[in-house]
């Protein structure tokens, strides 16, 4: 195997991990500061993606149509906490049977209105040249895009009022409440911004998935497999199960088939639940 | 007992025969198209019914169910198809290697979860990526697998319907006879559930859905329960789906899909979760209505209904149809709870309790001593217990002290199991537990009493009682004995039949110690006993400890001196995870650094 070949393979690999977390990170928020498991995640990435494509085929740039996804699945999630997560607090599992109803009801509404064949929008063109290989420059540029989200979600939580006021709620509900933060506020913003996360996602990652009702459950598998292999320290192990579980999955994949990726993905997961039953970072003492 | 009340102690049984019997009778006069559809009801209720059994009396929401439907309907068609062809006859082979297939594979899949002792979140999710990765798999899965054809996409067809007959001229059943066939196997199926969860086995899985912690402490392999529980709903999922191939004649990946699993959890939700003949009536109800709805308005648009339908459902209406109706009629029978409310304070009766002792003495043998040598546990920087070494033997009470912090909950926990050790020994009597799992120390002889009380509030008074001593005799008749007994030196005998989440604090505290004295332990660890307790129960609770101490080890960790005062027996006080100092209370009462270590003067501290 040449050095070419190789580093294409690493790169690549690296490229669909950092997809994998960019997908994932809306997820892991909602899930580390409001310890619910969004089962909806997948439909609002999907929401983020038609609303990108609606808007550049109204002749928006698509630079500036990933805020505007941005916005409408902030605004929707922001909706769904009001009228159906507050509802159910403390109730996990309720939490998650009405998120998956909102999931099933979200895939029938974009079935209806948009088909289920849609036209993707074409992928930036710039080729990356390594040896005798080339590579697409888009996905490739998703590494940074992963990169900078992190950040954007660490700088969130440790920089801001509001990221201050989420993590209190989630370490120690009643004494933030005692302090006078109001919990359901910071709650329905949390699961806003998770939302608003997963649309991003859906936003940006247009070119290379293009837009379709089941498109979600495409993502899902690895999503909730790698926040729940994180364990409750979501930020720090949700990368580091990111990058191991995908990168992992895509060379899995890049012999064999994509169908392999998902199966190893899936068995990975197990055997790191059995050695860790509550996720990896389970005992970990940092926080974030 | 009334004529009511009778009935709805049996409603289980006679409902659910009704229906049968209806169903019956009616799949003769129905239209031929309807008796067809309506087969898929039943099979949807059977598959719901597998769900109850996990979810709703087990407490674990599984989101595989469908995976084992459509895993035991692909197996149990392949089969069908190849024998089928030689015999003539589908069912003999379809339903049981579909049953056996389903239970197999979630068995496994159980084994993974509950051996792991993964998190209730983590083994929901992993259940519902199994059904996803399965969907996944199955859209490119071929396989030729003798004369059946696995397709991928395409699907499997050529699966026989239900041919009961032997020989090349025997004939699938018409829609009528599928019907009733279908009703026959669901109501087997139904039965056998319903006995397999009002008997034992039900009480012990009951018990771990309330408190798995305390399942384990009476000496319960909980996951074996769990993992069997499982398997048996993947049995009842994978002969559901073994009937569906036959109804349908034809199966393709959409059997795993999302919309197919999301219809499970609205059956058991409609019908009422843990009722077990609720996922039929929610099958019937939701089948019948998209039935009868299904060309009208909404017609196509039934996934987005049923989406909207579990929102709603999880929102309003938790308890279900069967649930709701069966609080209406609960709500008009006399109150057995009634009880609880005139009850006064326990007081319980010393030679009942010496005899109760006693016996357990000639039956489990003499008290064991508890040893810790060198006993280590860190949590990072942290060291609760460092380098304890303590036997406690028989013949007087053994009380723990020390100020907050100083490791006295550690070091119990690292005794029961709770905490395993970085180094050091546990022994009781002379086996080494060290790396025992909690129930099999229970078994060894040791019987343990949380602070907080711990009892199944479900369940009645007297079966929290039947549930420990079940545990330790594993005979149902000599196990009613004992609670009998128990029951009786505790006081409690007006109060058998109550739910013991209607008692009073202190009564729970009494009937939790009354549970660990039906394990008929050898070592005694009480935490905290003590705590919450009015002076009288403490004085109560003083005398049962002294009386205990004669037939048993007893360790019990205190804060209020002088409870441990009045058991005059030996105290050790801990300090910072370390022996600080031995002796009787008045010893120590006397010694300045036992008193620095209390009032956190410089000297030690």
Same mark, same amino acid.
């Given at each position: 195997m040449d050095i070419d070949y190789l580093a294409t393979v690493i790169l690549s690999s690296l490229s669909s991990a950092s997809i994998l977390l960019i997908a994932t990170i809306g997820l892991a928020v909602v899930f580390g500061l409001m310890g619910? @498991?969004?089962?909806?995640? #997948?439909?609002?990435?999907?929401?983020?993606? =038609?609303?990108?494509?609606?808007?550049?085929?109204?002749?928006?740039?698509?630079?500036?149509?990933?805020?505007?996804?941005?916005?409408?699945?902030?605004? @929707?999630?922001?909706?769904?906490? $009001?009228?159906?997560?507050?509802?159910? =607090?403390?109730?996990?599992?309720?939490?998650?049977?009405?998120?998956?109803?909102?999931?099933?009801?979200? =895939?029938?509404?974009? $079935?209806?209105?948009?088909?289920?064949?849609?036209? #993707?929008?074409?992928?930036?063109?710039?080729?990356?040249?390594?040896?005798?290989?080339?590579?697409? #420059?888009?996905?490739?540029?998703?590494?940074?895009?992963a990169a900078l989200m992190g950040l954007f979600v660490y700088f969130l939580m440790t920089r801001t009022v509001y990221g201050m006021k989420a993590r209190a709620s989630i370490q120690q509900p009643e004494m933030a409440q005692a302090i006078g933060i109001e919990s359901t506020r910071v709650n329905t913003l949390t699961f806003s911004i998770g939302c608003g996360l997963a649309g991003f996602a859906g936003a940006v990652l247009l070119p290379i998935v293009p837009a379709t009702p089941s498109m979600g459950f495409s993502f899902v598998i690895k999503a909730f497999l790698t926040v729940v292999v994180a364990g409750p320290v979501t930020l720090t192990g949700s990368v580091l199960t990111a990058i191991g579980l995908g990168g992992g999955a895509s060379i899995t994949a890049s012999f064999l088939t994509s169908v392999a990726g998902d199966i190893f993905f899936f068995l990975i997961t197990a055997a790191l639940l059995w050695l860790y039953p509550l996720g990896i970072s389970a005992k970990w003492r940092r926080k974030l | 007992m009334s004529y009511s009340n009778a009935i709805h102690?049996?409603?289980?049984?006679?409902?659910?025969?009704?229906?049968?019997? *209806?169903?019956?009778?009616?799949?003769?006069?129905?239209?031929?198209?309807?008796?067809?559809?309506?087969?898929s009801w039943v099979i949807f209720g059977l598959l719901g019914l597998s769900l109850d059994v996990v979810w709703g009396r087990g407490g674990f929401l599984s989101l595989a169910q469908t995976a084992f439907y459509?895993? +035991?309907?692909?197996?149990?068609?392949?089969?069908?198809?190849?024998?089928?062809?030689?015999?003539?006859?589908?069912?003999?082979?379809? %339903?049981?290697?579909?049953?056996?297939?389903?239970?197999?594979?979630?068995?496994?899949?159980?084994?993974?979860?509950?051996?792991?002792?993964?998190?209730?979140?983590?083994?929901?999710? %992993?259940?519902?990526?199994?059904?996803?990765? %399965?969907?996944?798999?199955?859209?490119?899965?071929?396989? /030729?697998a003798g004369s059946a054809v696995?397709?991928?996409?395409n699907g499997m067809s050529n699966i026989p319907g239900y041919i009961p007959g032997f020989g090349a001229g025997a004939e699938a059943l018409e829609p009528a006879g599928a019907l009733m066939f279908v009703v026959l196997v669901a109501a087997l199926a139904y039965f056998a559930t319903q006995r397999l969860m009002t008997g034992t086995f039900g009480k012990i899985i009951d018990s771990i859905r309330l408190d798995i912690e305390k399942t384990e402490l009476l000496g319960y392999d909980v996951r074996r329960y769990q993992v069997l529980n499982f398997a048996w709903s993947g049995l009842l999922a994978g002969l559901a789906g073994a009937l569906f191939g036959g109804w349908s004649n034809y199966l393709n990946?959409?059997?795993?899909?999302?919309?197919?699993?999301?219809?499970?959890?609205?059956?058991?939700?409609?019908?009422? *979760?843990?009722?077990?003949?609720? !996922?039929?009536?929610?099958?019937?109800?939701?089948?019948?209505?998209?039935?009868?709805? +299904?060309?009208?308005?909404?017609?196509?648009?039934?996934?987005?209904?049923?989406?909207?339908?579990?929102?709603? *459902?999880? *929102?309003? &209406?938790?308890?279900?149809?069967?649930?709701?109706?069966? /609080?209406?009629?609960?709500?008009?029978?006399? /109150? !057995?709870?009634?009880?609880?409310?005139?009850?006064?304070?326990?007081?319980?009766?010393?030679d009942e309790l010496a005899d109760i002792l006693s016996e357990a003495e000639a039956q489990a043998g003499p008290a064991k001593s508890l040893r810790a040598e060198t006993l280590f546990k860190r949590f990072g920087g942290v060291i609760p217990v460092n380098e304890v070494s303590l036997a406690f033997i028989p013949g007087q009470p053994f009380s723990l002290i020390g100020p907050n912090g100083a490791g006295k909950s550690s070091f119990l926990k690292t005794c029961v199991g709770v905490y395993r050790p970085e180094g050091g020994r546990v022994l009781i009597g002379d086996r080494d537990v060290t790396r025992a799992p909690i129930f099999q120390r229970v078994r060894a002889g040791m019987g343990v009493k949380n602070q907080k009380p711990q009892v199944f509030g479900e369940l009645s008074v007297r079966e929290n009682l039947w549930v420990a001593a079940y545990s330790r005799v594993r005979h149902r008749q000599r196990a009613n004995g004992i609670a009998a007994r128990v029951l009786s030196m505790l006081g409690l005998e007006a109060q058998a039949e109550v739910r013991a989440s209607v008692l009073s604090h202190g009564q729970q505290q009494w009937l939790d110690i009354g549970?660990?004295?039906?394990?008929?332990?050898?070592?005694? &660890?009480? /935490?905290e006993p003590a705590a919450g307790m009015t002076k009288e129960e403490t004085r109560e609770l003083s005398t049962l400890v002294r009386i205990l101490a004669r037939f048993t080890t007893v360790i019990v960790v205190e804060h209020d001196m002088e409870f441990v005062r009045t058991l005059e027996g030996q105290v050790t006080v801990l300090h910072q995870g370390r022996l600080f100092a031995q002796g009787d209370i008045d010893t120590l009462r006397e010694d300045e650094r036992v008193l620095d270590i209390y009032l956190g003067r410089r000297e030690h501290v």
């Open positions: 619910v @498991i969004n089962l909806a995640h #997948g439909e609002f990435l999907m929401i983020g993606a =038609y609303s990108a494509l609606t808007a550049t085929q109204m002749g928006v740039p698509f630079v500036l149509a990933i805020p505007i996804a941005v916005a409408v699945t902030m605004a @929707i999630g922001a909706l769904v906490e $009001v009228l159906i997560i507050k509802r159910l =607090y403390g109730r996990i599992f309720d939490t998650m049977l009405a998120t998956w109803g909102i999931s099933i009801v979200f =895939y029938q509404l974009a $079935v209806m209105i948009f088909g289920t064949v849609t036209p #993707g929008i074409g992928m930036p063109q710039s080729n990356i040249q390594i040896g005798d290989y080339s590579l697409a #420059g888009y996905p490739l540029l998703m590494i940074g895009v | 102690h049996r409603a289980g049984t006679i409902f659910p025969f009704i229906a049968a019997i *209806l169903a019956l009778g009616l799949a003769r006069i129905i239209d031929p198209y309807l008796a067809y559809v309506a087969t459509g895993l +035991g309907g692909y197996f149990g068609s392949v089969v069908a198809i190849n024998l089928s062809a030689v015999t003539g006859h589908s069912l003999l082979w379809s %339903l049981p290697a579909g049953a056996l297939f389903g239970a197999l594979i979630a068995g496994a899949l159980g084994w993974i979860i509950f051996y792991a002792r993964m998190g209730a979140l983590q083994s929901t999710i %992993l259940s519902y990526t199994f059904t996803l990765l %399965l969907w996944s798999v199955s859209q490119s899965f071929k396989l /030729d696995i397709g991928g996409d990946p959409s059997i795993f899909s999302v919309q197919e699993a999301l219809l499970v959890p609205i059956y058991v939700l409609v019908g009422g *979760l843990g009722t077990l003949a609720g !996922p039929f009536v929610g099958a019937t109800l939701i089948g019948g209505l998209s039935f009868w709805l +299904g060309g009208g308005a909404v017609g196509g648009q039934t996934t987005l209904i049923l989406g909207v339908v579990l929102i709603g *459902l999880v *929102l309003f &209406l938790k308890k279900g149809v069967l649930g709701g109706l069966g /609080d209406l009629w609960r709500s008009r029978l006399p /109150d !057995p709870n009634e009880a609880a409310r005139g009850a006064g304070a326990v007081s319980i009766d010393p549970m660990v004295l039906c394990l008929a332990p050898r070592v005694v &660890l009480l /935490d």
